[in-house]
């Protein structure tokens, strides 16, 4: 089987993925609320007023590194013979270490606005992306090859 960012990172798949990451992204900071809600909410904001598509750029940028840190789960998934989607969930936690160590090298790179932003919201990420495990768990489901 072969490995996410060869399933999912090149022609129609890869804008469906990212087609699909965003809407993940919108509903997962809709559904935020009380005041961590509003600090992403308003951060999400900043980045969104960047200029228009940023936020679209920045996921299509990030998807490759998004794939290559998963997909060690996903060939764990596979060995075990587990459905790819479960083994996510399972594994929340990894899966948000995973996405956010991408994150994390990115903005150490970023310039004023956006770094700032980040870091404010940084302490929070980890519990938001375990969070949006149930999504990107259907993401994966929906374009990646069966594991189990």
Request: hydrophobic share 40%; no cysteine.
């Amino acid at each position: 089987m072969s490995s996410l960012k060869e399933q999912l990172g090149t022609g129609e798949k890869r804008q469906q993925v990212i087609e699909d990451a965003m809407k993940v992204l919108d509903a997962e900071v809709a559904d935020k609320g009380g005041l961590t809600g509003m600090a992403i909410k308003g951060g999400y904001k900043v980045v969104q007023g960047v200029r228009p598509g940023f936020v679209k750029d920045v996921v299509t940028g990030l998807l490759d590194d998004f794939l290559e840190s998963m997909d060690p789960l996903y060939q764990e998934a596979k060995q075990k013979n587990r459905p790819a989607g479960a083994y996510l969930l399972e594994n929340k936690s990894r899966v948000a270490d995973a996405l956010l160590g991408v994150t994390d090298r990115k903005a150490q790179r970023a310039d004023g606005m956006l770094k700032k932003a980040y870091e404010k919201l940084r302490p929070l990420a980890k519990g938001q992306v375990e969070a949006a495990a149930p999504r990107l768990a259907q993401l994966l489901e929906k374009h990646a090859e069966k594991t189990a």
